[in-house]
Protein backbone atom coordinates (compact mmCIF):
# COMPACT_ATOMS: atom_id res chain seq x y z
CA UNK A 1 0.00 0.00 0.00
CA UNK A 2 1.51 3.43 -0.80
CA UNK A 3 1.45 6.48 1.48
CA UNK A 4 -0.66 9.64 0.46
CA UNK A 5 0.53 12.71 1.72
CA UNK A 6 -2.88 14.80 2.90
CA UNK A 7 -2.59 16.77 -0.65
CA UNK A 8 -3.75 13.54 -2.17
CA UNK A 9 -7.15 14.31 -3.09
CA UNK A 10 -5.65 17.37 -4.28
CA UNK A 11 -3.41 15.99 -6.80
CA UNK A 12 -6.56 13.62 -8.47
CA UNK A 13 -8.99 16.99 -8.58
CA UNK A 14 -5.50 18.67 -10.21
CA UNK A 15 -5.64 15.28 -12.99
CA UNK A 16 -2.03 14.84 -11.43
CA UNK A 17 -0.65 11.77 -13.04
CA UNK A 18 0.52 9.64 -9.81
CA UNK A 19 3.43 7.44 -9.49
CA UNK A 20 5.27 5.37 -6.65
CA UNK A 21 7.70 7.00 -5.43
CA UNK A 22 10.05 5.48 -3.17
CA UNK A 23 6.59 4.62 -1.51
CA UNK A 24 4.83 7.41 -1.84
CA UNK A 25 1.74 7.70 -4.38
CA UNK A 26 2.48 11.12 -5.80
CA UNK A 27 1.85 13.44 -9.04
CA UNK A 28 4.98 13.00 -11.68
CA UNK A 29 3.39 16.08 -13.41
CA UNK A 30 -0.30 17.39 -14.15
CA UNK A 31 -0.03 19.67 -17.53
CA UNK A 32 3.04 18.34 -18.61
CA UNK A 33 6.73 18.68 -17.08
CA UNK A 34 7.72 21.40 -19.99
CA UNK A 35 5.43 23.25 -19.16
CA UNK A 36 5.74 22.92 -15.51
CA UNK A 37 8.82 23.98 -15.42
CA UNK A 38 8.72 26.55 -17.78
CA UNK A 39 6.11 27.91 -15.26
CA UNK A 40 8.24 27.35 -12.05
CA UNK A 41 10.67 29.26 -14.24
CA UNK A 42 8.81 32.45 -15.64
CA UNK A 43 6.06 32.63 -12.82
CA UNK A 44 5.63 30.27 -9.99
CA UNK A 45 5.40 26.58 -9.77
CA UNK A 46 3.62 24.58 -6.78
CA UNK A 47 4.97 21.46 -5.28
CA UNK A 48 4.23 18.99 -2.48
CA UNK A 49 6.98 17.72 -1.11
CA UNK A 50 5.11 16.67 2.04
CA UNK A 51 7.04 12.99 1.57
CA UNK A 52 10.23 14.69 2.98
CA UNK A 53 11.35 13.71 6.80
CA UNK A 54 11.07 15.63 9.33
CA UNK A 55 12.86 15.04 12.87
CA UNK A 56 13.37 17.05 15.57
CA UNK A 57 16.42 17.62 17.13
CA UNK A 58 16.14 19.74 20.80
CA UNK A 59 17.09 19.56 24.27
CA UNK A 60 20.83 21.28 25.86
CA UNK A 61 22.84 18.77 23.85
CA UNK A 62 20.90 19.35 20.52
CA UNK A 63 23.64 21.59 18.86
CA UNK A 64 26.52 19.01 19.62
CA UNK A 65 24.98 15.98 19.15
CA UNK A 66 23.90 17.61 15.71
CA UNK A 67 27.49 18.75 15.10
CA UNK A 68 28.76 15.24 15.58
CA UNK A 69 25.83 13.78 13.32
CA UNK A 70 26.55 15.85 10.01
CA UNK A 71 29.73 17.28 8.45
CA UNK A 72 28.55 21.36 8.26
CA UNK A 73 29.17 23.13 11.43
CA UNK A 74 25.70 23.74 13.21
CA UNK A 75 27.26 26.21 15.67
CA UNK A 76 27.63 28.91 12.41
CA UNK A 77 23.65 28.31 12.14
CA UNK A 78 22.21 31.12 13.71
CA UNK A 79 18.52 31.23 15.11
CA UNK A 80 15.79 31.42 12.15
CA UNK A 81 18.73 30.30 9.59
CA UNK A 82 18.68 26.82 7.19
CA UNK A 83 21.74 25.00 6.83
CA UNK A 84 22.51 22.58 3.81
CA UNK A 85 24.43 19.53 5.20
CA UNK A 86 25.27 16.01 4.71
CA UNK A 87 25.37 13.23 7.39
CA UNK A 88 28.13 10.44 6.85
CA UNK A 89 28.11 6.51 7.57
CA UNK A 90 31.55 6.09 9.60
CA UNK A 91 33.36 4.96 6.38
CA UNK A 92 32.85 8.50 5.20
CA UNK A 93 29.98 7.45 2.44
CA UNK A 94 27.15 9.77 2.43
CA UNK A 95 23.59 8.52 4.28
CA UNK A 96 21.71 11.66 3.16
CA UNK A 97 21.84 15.35 2.57
CA UNK A 98 19.60 17.33 4.85
CA UNK A 99 18.82 20.94 5.70
CA UNK A 100 18.99 21.73 9.21
CA UNK A 101 16.25 24.93 10.80
CA UNK A 102 17.69 26.23 14.00
CA UNK A 103 14.46 27.38 15.41
CA UNK A 104 15.91 28.09 18.96
CA UNK A 105 19.16 28.09 20.56
CA UNK A 106 17.89 24.29 22.10
CA UNK A 107 15.41 23.30 18.93
CA UNK A 108 16.21 21.97 15.48
CA UNK A 109 14.32 20.74 12.96
CA UNK A 110 15.91 18.10 10.50
CA UNK A 111 14.76 17.72 7.20
CA UNK A 112 15.73 14.43 5.42
CA UNK A 113 14.86 12.80 1.87
CA UNK A 114 11.59 10.96 1.43
CA UNK A 115 13.00 7.78 -0.06
CA UNK A 116 15.92 7.69 2.83
CA UNK A 117 13.84 8.48 5.82
CA UNK A 118 13.30 5.41 7.39
CA UNK A 119 17.18 4.76 7.13
CA UNK A 120 18.35 7.97 8.15
CA UNK A 121 15.86 7.99 11.32
CA UNK A 122 17.69 4.80 12.25
CA UNK A 123 20.98 6.47 11.36
CA UNK A 124 20.21 9.22 13.23
CA UNK A 125 19.07 6.63 16.04
CA UNK A 126 21.77 4.86 15.67
CA UNK A 127 24.50 8.03 16.20
CA UNK A 128 22.17 9.24 19.19
CA UNK A 129 22.89 5.87 21.05
CA UNK A 130 27.05 6.35 20.33
CA UNK A 131 26.44 10.27 21.23
CA UNK A 132 25.25 9.61 24.37
CA UNK A 133 27.25 6.83 25.14
CA UNK A 134 30.34 8.66 24.33
CA UNK A 135 29.52 12.11 26.34
CA UNK A 136 27.13 10.54 29.20
CA UNK A 137 24.25 12.33 28.01
CA UNK A 138 21.39 12.68 30.48
CA UNK A 139 17.87 11.41 28.49
CA UNK A 140 16.30 14.90 29.08
CA UNK A 141 19.49 16.46 27.57
CA UNK A 142 18.51 15.13 24.23
CA UNK A 143 15.28 14.36 22.45
CA UNK A 144 15.30 13.05 19.03
CA UNK A 145 12.07 12.75 17.34
CA UNK A 146 10.40 11.12 13.82
CA UNK A 147 7.78 14.06 13.79
CA UNK A 148 7.38 13.17 9.53
CA UNK A 149 3.83 11.75 9.71
CA UNK A 150 3.08 15.52 11.30
CA UNK A 151 4.33 17.87 8.62
CA UNK A 152 2.73 18.81 5.51
CA UNK A 153 5.40 20.53 3.49
CA UNK A 154 4.60 22.65 0.19
CA UNK A 155 7.27 24.24 -1.66
CA UNK A 156 6.18 27.66 -3.97
CA UNK A 157 8.77 28.31 -6.21
CA UNK A 158 9.78 30.95 -9.06
CA UNK A 159 9.77 34.92 -9.39
CA UNK A 160 6.24 35.51 -8.51
CA UNK A 161 6.51 33.41 -6.00
CA UNK A 162 6.77 35.74 -3.22
CA UNK A 163 4.29 37.96 -4.18
CA UNK A 164 1.55 35.33 -4.42
CA UNK A 165 2.67 33.62 -0.88
CA UNK A 166 2.35 37.63 0.62
CA UNK A 167 -1.13 37.17 -0.09
CA UNK A 168 -2.18 34.92 2.23
CA UNK A 169 0.12 36.40 5.04
CA UNK A 170 0.32 39.10 7.26
CA UNK A 171 4.43 38.63 7.91
CA UNK A 172 6.68 40.50 5.59
CA UNK A 173 8.63 38.53 3.52
CA UNK A 174 10.50 40.75 1.89
CA UNK A 175 12.91 40.40 4.92
CA UNK A 176 13.31 37.28 4.94
CA UNK A 177 16.78 36.06 3.39
CA UNK A 178 17.72 32.90 1.17
CA UNK A 179 18.20 30.10 3.53
CA UNK A 180 16.52 31.78 6.30
CA UNK A 181 12.83 31.05 7.67
CA UNK A 182 10.74 32.87 9.84
CA UNK A 183 7.51 31.29 11.92
CA UNK A 184 4.22 32.95 11.80
CA UNK A 185 0.56 32.50 10.13
CA UNK A 186 -0.54 31.57 6.57
CA UNK A 187 -4.11 31.65 6.04
CA UNK A 188 -4.34 31.98 9.84
CA UNK A 189 -2.25 28.76 9.99
CA UNK A 190 0.87 27.93 11.88
CA UNK A 191 3.61 27.66 9.68
CA UNK A 192 7.74 27.72 9.05
CA UNK A 193 8.11 29.73 6.01
CA UNK A 194 11.44 29.35 5.25
CA UNK A 195 13.45 30.77 1.90
CA UNK A 196 14.84 27.49 1.03
CA UNK A 197 13.79 25.08 -2.50
CA UNK A 198 15.46 22.86 -4.96
CA UNK A 199 14.84 24.97 -8.26
CA UNK A 200 17.22 27.61 -8.50
CA UNK A 201 14.52 29.73 -8.01
CA UNK A 202 13.22 32.31 -5.73
CA UNK A 203 10.71 30.70 -3.46
CA UNK A 204 9.48 28.76 0.01
CA UNK A 205 8.92 26.00 1.72
CA UNK A 206 6.03 26.08 3.79
CA UNK A 207 6.02 23.77 6.89
CA UNK A 208 2.43 23.24 8.43
CA UNK A 209 0.88 20.94 10.58
CA UNK A 210 -0.11 17.52 7.70
CA UNK A 211 -4.17 17.82 8.25
CA UNK A 212 -3.54 21.59 7.34
CA UNK A 213 -1.82 21.12 4.46
CA UNK A 214 -4.96 21.19 1.99
CA UNK A 215 -5.89 24.90 3.25
CA UNK A 216 -2.63 25.97 1.68
CA UNK A 217 -2.74 24.28 -1.30
CA UNK A 218 -5.92 25.23 -2.34
CA UNK A 219 -5.49 29.02 -0.99
CA UNK A 220 -1.98 28.99 -3.07
CA UNK A 221 -3.23 27.62 -6.16
CA UNK A 222 -6.07 30.26 -6.18
CA UNK A 223 -4.04 33.28 -4.89
CA UNK A 224 -1.61 32.47 -8.05
CA UNK A 225 -4.06 31.40 -10.56
CA UNK A 226 -3.67 34.91 -11.97
CA UNK A 227 -0.38 34.71 -11.82
CA UNK A 228 0.37 31.72 -14.00
CA UNK A 229 1.45 29.60 -10.46
CA UNK A 230 1.55 25.78 -11.85
CA UNK A 231 0.97 22.94 -9.92
CA UNK A 232 4.58 21.13 -10.61
CA UNK A 233 4.95 17.45 -10.09
CA UNK A 234 8.09 15.25 -9.21
CA UNK A 235 9.44 15.04 -13.40
CA UNK A 236 9.47 18.92 -12.92
CA UNK A 237 11.03 19.14 -9.74
CA UNK A 238 13.62 16.81 -11.52
CA UNK A 239 15.14 19.10 -13.94
CA UNK A 240 14.86 21.61 -12.26
CA UNK A 241 17.32 20.93 -9.93
CA UNK A 242 18.98 19.21 -12.64
CA UNK A 243 19.54 22.83 -14.46
CA UNK A 244 20.57 23.83 -11.22
CA UNK A 245 23.34 20.59 -10.98
CA UNK A 246 21.79 20.47 -7.26
CA UNK A 247 22.77 16.86 -6.29
CA UNK A 248 20.04 13.97 -5.76
CA UNK A 249 20.42 11.39 -3.60
CA UNK A 250 20.52 8.06 -4.95
CA UNK A 251 22.01 9.49 -8.44
CA UNK A 252 24.71 11.80 -7.04
CA UNK A 253 25.11 11.00 -3.83
CA UNK A 254 24.86 7.44 -2.20
CA UNK A 255 26.45 4.93 0.67
CA UNK A 256 29.62 4.93 -1.41
CA UNK A 257 30.09 8.73 -1.96
CA UNK A 258 32.93 11.03 -0.57
CA UNK A 259 31.01 14.19 0.05
CA UNK A 260 34.20 15.49 -1.44
CA UNK A 261 34.11 14.18 -4.74
CA UNK A 262 30.32 14.90 -5.05
CA UNK A 263 31.64 18.35 -4.77
CA UNK A 264 29.87 18.97 -1.46
CA UNK A 265 33.71 20.02 0.70
CA UNK A 266 31.52 23.45 1.14
CA UNK A 267 29.58 21.60 3.89
CA UNK A 268 32.58 19.36 5.02
CA UNK A 269 33.95 21.46 7.79
CA UNK A 270 37.43 19.02 8.59
CA UNK A 271 38.42 22.12 11.27
CA UNK A 272 35.47 20.95 13.49
CA UNK A 273 35.53 18.93 16.31
CA UNK A 274 35.01 15.02 15.39
CA UNK A 275 31.89 13.98 13.42
CA UNK A 276 31.34 10.82 12.40
CA UNK A 277 32.88 10.08 9.06
CA UNK A 278 35.31 12.77 9.63
CA UNK A 279 38.76 10.25 9.60
CA UNK A 280 38.08 8.71 6.12
CA UNK A 281 37.06 11.70 4.61
CA UNK A 282 39.97 13.83 5.62
CA UNK A 283 42.42 10.72 4.46
CA UNK A 284 40.68 10.55 1.11
CA UNK A 285 41.43 13.89 0.51
CA UNK A 286 44.99 13.77 2.03
CA UNK A 287 45.73 10.86 -0.64
CA UNK A 288 44.13 12.77 -3.42
CA UNK A 289 40.50 12.18 -5.04
CA UNK A 290 39.84 10.66 -8.08
CA UNK A 291 36.83 11.45 -9.38
CA UNK A 292 34.74 15.05 -9.66
CA UNK A 293 31.11 15.60 -10.28
CA UNK A 294 30.77 18.09 -13.91
CA UNK A 295 28.40 19.45 -15.89
CA UNK A 296 28.36 17.91 -18.79
CA UNK A 297 26.86 18.93 -22.61
CA UNK A 298 26.52 17.19 -25.45
CA UNK A 299 27.68 18.18 -28.81
CA UNK A 300 26.10 16.51 -30.84
CA UNK A 301 22.05 15.30 -30.49
CA UNK A 302 21.46 12.41 -27.96
CA UNK A 303 20.29 12.56 -24.38
CA UNK A 304 22.44 10.94 -21.76
CA UNK A 305 20.93 9.04 -18.91
CA UNK A 306 21.87 7.85 -15.44
CA UNK A 307 24.20 5.31 -15.72
CA UNK A 308 25.51 5.54 -19.32
CA UNK A 309 29.27 5.73 -19.54
CA UNK A 310 32.03 8.54 -20.01
CA UNK A 311 34.54 8.34 -22.01
CA UNK A 312 37.76 9.49 -23.38
CA UNK A 313 37.07 11.70 -26.47
CA UNK A 314 38.44 9.01 -29.12
CA UNK A 315 36.13 6.57 -27.33
CA UNK A 316 38.60 4.49 -26.28
CA UNK A 317 39.27 4.88 -21.87
CA UNK A 318 36.56 5.14 -19.92
CA UNK A 319 36.57 7.85 -17.37
CA UNK A 320 33.33 7.92 -15.40
CA UNK A 321 29.77 7.75 -15.52
CA UNK A 322 26.83 10.15 -16.08
CA UNK A 323 24.51 10.49 -12.73
CA UNK A 324 21.57 12.47 -13.81
CA UNK A 325 20.75 13.47 -17.43
CA UNK A 326 18.38 14.97 -19.77
CA UNK A 327 17.27 17.58 -22.24
CA UNK A 328 17.33 20.72 -20.34
CA UNK A 329 14.17 22.46 -21.00
CA UNK A 330 15.43 25.86 -20.13
CA UNK A 331 18.17 25.77 -23.11
CA UNK A 332 17.00 22.74 -24.99
CA UNK A 333 20.54 21.48 -24.94
CA UNK A 334 21.18 17.80 -23.95
CA UNK A 335 23.20 18.09 -20.23
CA UNK A 336 23.91 15.80 -17.31
CA UNK A 337 25.74 15.34 -14.03
CA UNK A 338 28.35 12.71 -14.12
CA UNK A 339 31.41 11.42 -12.25
CA UNK A 340 34.57 11.46 -14.22
CA UNK A 341 38.17 11.15 -13.84
CA UNK A 342 39.93 14.16 -11.71
CA UNK A 343 42.38 15.30 -14.51
CA UNK A 344 39.47 15.17 -16.71
CA UNK A 345 37.28 17.50 -15.17
CA UNK A 346 38.27 20.71 -16.25
CA UNK A 347 35.70 22.84 -18.24
CA UNK A 348 36.21 22.59 -21.92
CA UNK A 349 37.74 19.42 -21.86
CA UNK A 350 36.26 17.16 -24.56
CA UNK A 351 34.65 13.67 -23.64
CA UNK A 352 32.31 11.25 -25.34
CA UNK A 353 29.21 9.74 -23.40
CA UNK A 354 28.50 5.87 -24.74
CA UNK A 355 24.83 6.23 -25.62
CA UNK A 356 23.39 2.87 -27.21
CA UNK A 357 26.64 2.15 -28.25
CA UNK A 358 27.49 5.03 -29.98
CA UNK A 359 30.14 7.62 -28.32
CA UNK A 360 28.37 10.99 -28.85
CA UNK A 361 30.68 14.29 -28.39
CA UNK A 362 30.56 16.19 -25.23
CA UNK A 363 32.04 19.24 -23.12
CA UNK A 364 32.50 19.66 -19.50
CA UNK A 365 31.11 22.98 -19.12
CA UNK A 366 30.53 25.41 -16.21
CA UNK A 367 26.97 24.86 -13.88
CA UNK A 368 24.56 25.42 -12.80
CA UNK A 369 23.53 24.77 -16.74
CA UNK A 370 20.92 27.36 -16.25
CA UNK A 371 20.70 31.10 -14.33
CA UNK A 372 17.89 33.05 -13.52
CA UNK A 373 17.76 36.53 -14.53
CA UNK A 374 17.03 38.05 -11.55
CA UNK B 1 -7.60 9.83 -26.88
CA UNK B 2 -7.68 9.10 -30.28
CA UNK B 3 -7.41 5.88 -32.29
CA UNK B 4 -8.18 5.90 -36.01
CA UNK B 5 -10.62 3.01 -36.70
CA UNK B 6 -8.44 2.39 -40.15
CA UNK B 7 -5.43 1.90 -38.24
CA UNK B 8 -3.83 -1.38 -36.71
CA UNK B 9 -2.48 -1.56 -33.64
CA UNK B 10 0.60 -3.55 -31.46
CA UNK B 11 0.75 -4.42 -28.16
CA UNK B 12 3.81 -2.22 -27.52
CA UNK B 13 1.00 0.66 -28.78
CA UNK B 14 2.34 1.17 -32.35
CA UNK B 15 -0.10 1.73 -35.17
CA UNK B 16 0.80 0.31 -38.65
CA UNK B 17 -1.02 1.24 -42.03
CA UNK B 18 -0.29 -0.58 -45.00
CA UNK B 19 -0.37 0.92 -48.47
CA UNK B 20 0.44 -2.45 -50.74
CA UNK B 21 3.53 -4.13 -49.36
CA UNK B 22 4.65 -0.62 -47.67
CA UNK B 23 3.21 -0.30 -43.91
CA UNK B 24 4.04 2.86 -42.44
CA UNK B 25 4.70 2.75 -38.48
CA UNK B 26 4.07 5.38 -35.82
CA UNK B 27 3.21 5.68 -31.90
CA UNK B 28 -0.32 5.68 -30.91
CA UNK B 29 -1.95 8.54 -28.61
CA UNK B 30 -1.83 6.04 -25.56
CA UNK B 31 2.39 6.04 -25.67
CA UNK B 32 2.59 9.97 -26.68
CA UNK B 33 0.28 10.93 -23.66
CA UNK B 34 2.29 8.29 -20.98
CA UNK B 35 5.61 9.57 -22.20
CA UNK B 36 4.92 12.92 -22.12
CA UNK B 37 6.98 15.98 -24.15
CA UNK B 38 8.83 14.05 -26.48
CA UNK B 39 12.27 15.51 -26.78
CA UNK B 40 14.10 13.47 -29.38
CA UNK B 41 13.41 10.06 -31.57
CA UNK B 42 16.20 7.74 -32.84
CA UNK B 43 15.52 6.07 -36.37
CA UNK B 44 16.96 3.43 -38.06
CA UNK B 45 18.74 4.02 -41.16
CA UNK B 46 16.99 3.22 -44.39
CA UNK B 47 17.65 -0.09 -45.98
CA UNK B 48 17.78 -1.71 -42.42
CA UNK B 49 16.20 -5.18 -41.89
CA UNK B 50 13.63 -5.80 -39.30
CA UNK B 51 12.18 -8.91 -37.41
CA UNK B 52 9.22 -9.01 -35.67
CA UNK B 53 9.72 -7.58 -32.60
CA UNK B 54 12.71 -6.51 -33.17
CA UNK B 55 14.18 -2.92 -31.55
CA UNK B 56 14.53 -0.43 -34.20
CA UNK B 57 14.94 3.05 -32.78
CA UNK B 58 13.66 4.78 -29.12
CA UNK B 59 11.66 7.84 -28.12
CA UNK B 60 12.58 9.70 -25.42
CA UNK B 61 10.53 12.26 -23.33
CA UNK B 62 12.14 14.64 -20.57
CA UNK B 63 12.25 11.89 -18.21
CA UNK B 64 12.42 8.28 -19.78
CA UNK B 65 13.62 6.81 -22.62
CA UNK B 66 11.14 4.25 -24.94
CA UNK B 67 12.19 1.45 -27.58
CA UNK B 68 10.52 0.92 -30.39
CA UNK B 69 9.62 -2.30 -31.79
CA UNK B 70 9.34 -3.34 -35.19
CA UNK B 71 5.61 -4.53 -35.61
CA UNK B 72 6.36 -6.59 -38.45
CA UNK B 73 9.39 -7.94 -40.84
CA UNK B 74 10.74 -6.23 -43.55
CA UNK B 75 13.03 -3.63 -44.78
CA UNK B 76 13.29 0.05 -43.41
CA UNK B 77 12.53 2.40 -47.17
CA UNK B 78 12.12 5.34 -45.41
CA UNK B 79 12.10 7.45 -42.31
CA UNK B 80 10.90 10.33 -40.82
CA UNK B 81 13.80 12.55 -40.25
CA UNK B 82 12.10 15.85 -40.36
CA UNK B 83 10.98 14.88 -36.90
CA UNK B 84 14.58 15.47 -35.61
CA UNK B 85 13.93 18.87 -35.55
CA UNK B 86 10.73 19.19 -33.44
CA UNK B 87 9.73 15.75 -31.90
CA UNK B 88 7.16 17.79 -30.29
CA UNK B 89 4.78 17.18 -33.21
CA UNK B 90 4.54 13.54 -32.26
CA UNK B 91 2.97 14.54 -29.00
CA UNK B 92 0.45 17.14 -30.78
CA UNK B 93 -0.44 14.26 -33.11
CA UNK B 94 0.99 10.94 -33.34
CA UNK B 95 -0.71 9.63 -36.52
CA UNK B 96 -0.15 10.98 -40.21
CA UNK B 97 2.65 13.34 -40.19
CA UNK B 98 4.34 12.06 -37.00
CA UNK B 99 4.93 8.66 -38.81
CA UNK B 100 8.26 7.35 -38.27
CA UNK B 101 9.27 4.67 -40.61
CA UNK B 102 7.86 3.16 -43.87
CA UNK B 103 8.70 -0.73 -43.91
CA UNK B 104 8.17 -2.73 -47.12
CA UNK B 105 7.10 -6.06 -45.77
CA UNK B 106 7.90 -9.16 -46.74
CA UNK B 107 4.71 -10.83 -46.41
CA UNK B 108 1.81 -8.24 -46.76
CA UNK B 109 -1.22 -10.15 -45.23
CA UNK B 110 0.37 -10.38 -41.81
CA UNK B 111 -0.56 -7.31 -40.85
CA UNK B 112 -4.15 -8.90 -40.34
CA UNK B 113 -2.38 -10.30 -37.48
CA UNK B 114 -2.25 -7.44 -35.53
CA UNK B 115 -5.02 -5.17 -33.25
CA UNK B 116 -8.04 -3.72 -34.44
CA UNK B 117 -8.92 -0.86 -32.83
CA UNK B 118 -11.98 -2.39 -30.99
CA UNK B 119 -9.22 -4.43 -29.52
CA UNK B 120 -6.32 -1.82 -29.24
CA UNK B 121 -9.07 0.30 -27.46
CA UNK B 122 -10.34 -2.49 -24.54
CA UNK B 123 -6.65 -3.00 -24.11
CA UNK B 124 -5.55 0.43 -22.86
CA UNK B 125 -8.37 0.78 -20.91
CA UNK B 126 -7.34 -2.02 -18.81
CA UNK B 127 -4.25 0.00 -18.78
CA UNK B 128 -6.10 2.99 -16.84
Not at chain 1, 265 to 277: A, M, N, P, Q
Request: charged share 25%.
Amino acid sequence: MLRRTALFDEHKHLGGRLIDFGGWELPVQYSGVMDEHTACRTAAGLFDVSHMGEVHVEGPKAEAFLNYLVTNNVSKCAIGQAQYTVMCHATGGIVDDLLIYKRAPERFLVVVNAANTTKDVAHIQKIEKEFRAKHSIQSAELHVTDESDKYTQIAIQGPKAAAILQKLTKIDLTPIKTYWFTEGAVLGVPAIIARTGYTGEDGFEIYVAWDQGPVIWRGLVDAGASDGLKPCGLGARDTLRLEMKYPLYGNELGDDTNPLEAGLGWVVKLDKEDFVGKAPIAAAKAAGLTRALVGIKLLERGIPRHGYGVFSSDGATALGEVTSGTQSPSTKESVAIAYVRLDQAKIGNRLTVDIRGQKVPAEVVATPFYKRPY
Amino acid sequence: MKFPAELKYTKDHEWAKASGAIVTVGITDHAQSALGDIVFVELPKVGRTLKVGETFGVVESIKAVSDLYSPLAGKVTEVNSSLGDDPSRINKDPYSDAWLVKIEVSDASAINGLMDVATYTKLVETLK
